[in-house]
């Protein structure tokens, strides 16, 4: 897999833990995590965001923290940060279905313009960076789990395609800053996540079931719902990822839990959780919607030492008390108007 081993030396300042991070996307669910978390650890942030799917809300519990500086920007304009820098976490970028289908083109840019910019970050500060890519670079995949090795099953032309080949895109973009201008770079393959702070109509399938759920509405399962997932719970991603960071690795490394849950069953546990009466509606799959996902994370216990710790009840819990609080208020954003019922 490290076949293209550097061709130029890598060079990094990175300190453990770091001094100073620069995490891109910082206002989204995974990035207000991690901003958490650095914080927490003592490492000064800034937040660079656009609020495309964001929110500065998700940063509001942390917002007069001194450690925190959030700043406005749309990162494939240009990326400037003074100062020094011994970390840049590469998470801008829209994350679900219903965000990417509505933003192709920013889609595609943030992943490629956008992640050169922060690759020319890192480089000019000699820091590592870390680039969120996703499971999706396996496409609808024809190995099952899948582990790092496997090149993928991606439509191009399908209506994912302007996620899968950006990030893909992605991919190629950093290892060729670490092999030809020795940035230190590494790859993680996300795979869906769960937790506080997703958006109740993101169109992902565990928060469109929550928000259903408490709201006593049939629950939309795509198809006979006998596809599967595996969902991690968010705390177990950053904590990979924080790891991932601190470790000379390059990746990419799969993040995510193994364990494999069919849809029907996802939503057949969120009516538990909520102790809803709801019933199972079934909707039409979406295009390319993958039949089975369910990560290879061999690398990641040998590599990092990493292996999911929060129990898929556990974590569902957790993330509707959160929901109880926030969908009351939640407005329906723009973004899910007109959007297939079917989550993903
Ligand atoms: N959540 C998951 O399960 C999952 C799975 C695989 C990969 N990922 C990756 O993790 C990252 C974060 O995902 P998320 O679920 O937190 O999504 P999210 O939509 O909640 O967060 C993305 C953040 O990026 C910001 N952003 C988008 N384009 C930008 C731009 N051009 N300039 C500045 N900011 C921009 C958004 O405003 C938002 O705050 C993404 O790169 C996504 O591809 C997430």
Redesign the pocket.
């Known amino acids: 897999m490290n076949d293209q081993a550097a061709a130029v030396p890598v060079i990094s300042t990175h300190a453990d833990p770091p001094r100073r991070a620069v995490v891109?996307?910082?206002?989204?669910?995974?990035?207000s995590h991690l901003v958490e978390a650095l914080l927490s650890r003592g490492t000064e942030v800034v937040g660079?965001?656009?609020?495309?799917?964001?929110?500065p809300e998700n940063l509001a519990h942390v917002a007069e923290h001194p450690g925190l500086r959030l700043v406005r920007?749309?990162?494939?304009d240009y990326v400037h940060v003074p100062g020094e820098v011994d970390l840049v976490l590469h998470?801008?970028?829209?994350?679900?279905p219903v965000?990417y289908l509505k933003l192709p083109i920013?889609t595609l840019?943030?992943g490629s313009i956008?992640t050169m910019h922060a690759l020319g970050l890192a480089k000019d500060k000699g820091a590592r960076l870390v680039l969120?890519?996703?499971?999706?670079v396996y496409g609808d995949p024809q190995v099952h789990p899948q582990p790092e090795g496997y090149w993928g099953h991606v439509n191009p032309v399908g209506p994912r395609g302007v996620?899968d080949e950006a990030?893909r895109y992605a991919e190629a973009l950093t290892t060729a800053y670490r092999t030809t201008h020795g940035v230190d770079t590494a790859i993680v393959r996300?795979?869906?996540?769960?937790g506080p702070r997703?958006?109740p109509y993101?169109g992902?399938a565990i928060p469109t079931f929550v928000r259903q759920a408490l709201a006593g509405e049939p629950l939309t399962v795509a198809g006979d719902g006998l596809q599967t997932r595996s969902v991690c719970y968010v705390d177990d991603l950053v904590r990979g990822i924080l790891l991932l960071a601190s470790s000379g690795h390059p990746g990419p490394v799969n993040i995510g839990n193994p364990t494999e849950l069919t849809v029907r069953q996802i939503a057949e546990d969120v009516i538990a959780a909520t102790g809803s009466s709801s019933t199972l509606t079934f909707v039409g799959r979406p295009v390319d919607d993958p039949q089975v996902r369910r990560p290879d994370t061999r690398l990641a216990a040998s590599e990092l030492g990493w292996q999911p710790e929060v129990p898929w009840a556990q974590g569902l819990a957790r993330t509707v008390d959160w929901f109880r609080e926030a969908v009351v208020t939640a407005p329906v954003p723009d973004l899910a108007a007109g959007t297939s019922s079917a989550p993903r």
């Open positions: 891109t996307g910082a206002a989204g669910f995974l990035g660079l965001d656009d609020f495309v799917t964001g929110t920007c749309d990162i494939t998470f801008a970028s829209p994350a679900s965000d920013e840019k943030v956008g969120a890519s996703t499971s999706e996620y990030k996300i795979f869906n996540t769960f997703m958006r993101d992902r």
